[in-house]
């Protein structure tokens, strides 16, 4: 690792690097390439999940991870028009805070990128082992099924190191099959079995109390779900013109993901046969959900397909994320978290092959260790969290300094401060379990940034709120009722983040403007 912080120029971009990039997605790509992100392998996990945390309050999980969701795509777009950068979520809080605050959230992305693969290639390694015996062995992958999660990994990321647009050609065929067998499981499940039944028999709307609604928003995966809803943004450094195919590719991909999400849902409370529920909605017990309830209510054929496009699915996730997440390393190490090395761009492909090495190496890892889909999609909801509170005070802080250069024009303070909030509640009701291993992993980052000023690189302390704010979530989680010792009672916990959230987005924003009005004197 360097010892010293990159100084970006006045739009954040290290030019010899991003100047190989080859600015050629458009509409239609970009659209492509943010659904082929979404709808991964959270379609088959996720309504299950929540549905056997909360009941038919989960209904509710999915409206709020929906609204979080817009808010922090309005964030990306307006951040995108400003600034259209490749690896942009991990570059816009430094360039807007400071270097302290990126190292904090490039540390944060760099631990998605990282995840990101590993979720994938697991959940299609469970569900190939309907066809490959000894892949699975007590709902986890055995060390055969891990080795053949790792191997399906680096396929993807072969397949990504010849180019952004063979990528994006390839994936506009394969999003049209990973949209089309969800709408179709929606439509015939729910034609075929619904029956309201189901909410009396399972205890009414909020069996587990509503907290378990809120907890099933990170700890059900409905978060992760939608993870690589920021993939146009993320891209637009590649995008033909990022201020009209950034907007449009987001909210075209955001419709369609909530619509199938929430049909999924409904189908899973309300097709499910009554008899699976005498233990409760806690008591079903699926291992492939969506192609077992397809085969209780007769549709036999439809679980095939499921069970198929269980293994097609997740593939199309990877073929994706690959390389939109190798951006997120490309960005970190533009930003100084990772060594400049990772920041080189192959000239020929245009596409940074270092930054995609890095995440295969270490997601092997990370499969070798984990082998389970719900371990590592859980832990990569947390990070999201935080990076979408990063990018929301970007907006905040660029509103003040830029009142009329952004998408969202003078509703950018209002959207940023709220999509803050928001992901700091989300963060909060994960609950105590993920908090106490998530947040000291986070704090790596700080600890990687002041290395930096003990060695003399690093310029000043702007940006400490960040690290004071997430030591006051911990403490309010560890004495909060979402895992914690229940001193703090519902709902006065989650006034309190609220509270906390909203200090820490009049500090972040200060915090952001004196910094760039000390990068603006130094220029001088």
Known sequence: MTGTLPRPDRAGVSPDDDRRLHRSLGTASL?????????????????????KVAGPAALLSWLITGVATLL????????????????????WPQLASGPLVGAVIGWAVFLQAVY??????????????KWIPGLVENETLTLFGRLFAVAVLGLFFFVNMFGVRFIAKVNNVV???????????????????????????GGGFAPYGVSAALTA???????????????????????????????????????????????????????????????GWHGINFKSPLAELASLIGLVWLSWLLLADAVFSPAGSMLVSAGVKGRYTYGAAQNGILPRFFAGVHERSGIPRRALLLNLSLGAVII?????????????????????????????VWHAAEPSSGWLGR????????????????LYWSGWEKVRVAMPL???????????????????????????????????????????????????????????????????????????????????
């Not at 990101?116 to 082992?129: R, V």
């Not at 940023?416 to 909030?421: L, P, Q």
Request: proline share 3%.
């Open 175 to 201: 999003t049209v099959v990973k949209v089309a067998v969800p709408l179709l499981t929606v439509v015939l499940l729910l034609a075929s079995g619904f029956d309201t039944t189901n909410y009396d028999v």
């Open 116 to 129: 990101a693969g590993p979720s994938e290639s697991t959940a299609l390694a469970q569900y190939a082992a």
């Open 411 to 426: 509703w950018s303070l209002a959207v940023g401060a709220t999509s803050f909030v928001l992901s700091g509640l989300i």
């Open 368 to 396: 070798l260790l984990f082998g389970d889909w719900k371990s590592i999609a859980s832990s990569l909801s947390f990070y999201y969290g935080l990076s979408y509170a990063a990018v929301s005070i970007a907006v905040c």
């Open 442 to 524: 986070l704090l790596l980052g700080f600890l990687i940034y002041l290395w930096r000023v003990q060695r003399g690189g690093a310029p000043g302390f702007n940006g400490v709120w960040l690290v004071v704010l997430l030591v006051a979530l911990t403490g309010v989680s560890a004495v909060g009722s979402f895992g914690g010792t229940g001193t703090l009672a519902t709902p006065l916990d989650s006034v309190l983040v609220a509270i906390i959230c909203g200090v820490g987005v009049w500090f972040g924003r200060r915090s952001g403007l004196a910094w760039r009005n000390t990068q603006q004197h130094e220029e001088a």
């Open 72 to 91: 922090v795509s309005l964030v990306f777009i307006d951040l995108a028009f400003r600034r259209p950068l490749s690896g942009g979520n991990v570059r």
């Open 31 to 51: 659209s492509a390439i943010t659904l082929s992100s979404v709808i991964g392998s959270g379609w088959l996990f996720a309504a299950y999940n929540a549905a």
């Open 217 to 279: 928003v990170v700890g059900s995966g409905l978060v992760y779900s939608f993870t690589g809803i920021n993939a146009a943004a993320v891209l637009s450094g590649e995008a033909s013109d990022a201020r009209k195919t950034v907007p449009r590719a987001t909210f075209i991909a955001l419709a369609l993901a909530f619509a199938i999400y929430f049909g999924l849902q409904l189908a899973m409370l309300f097709t499910m046969p009554t008899d699976q529920l005498s233990g």
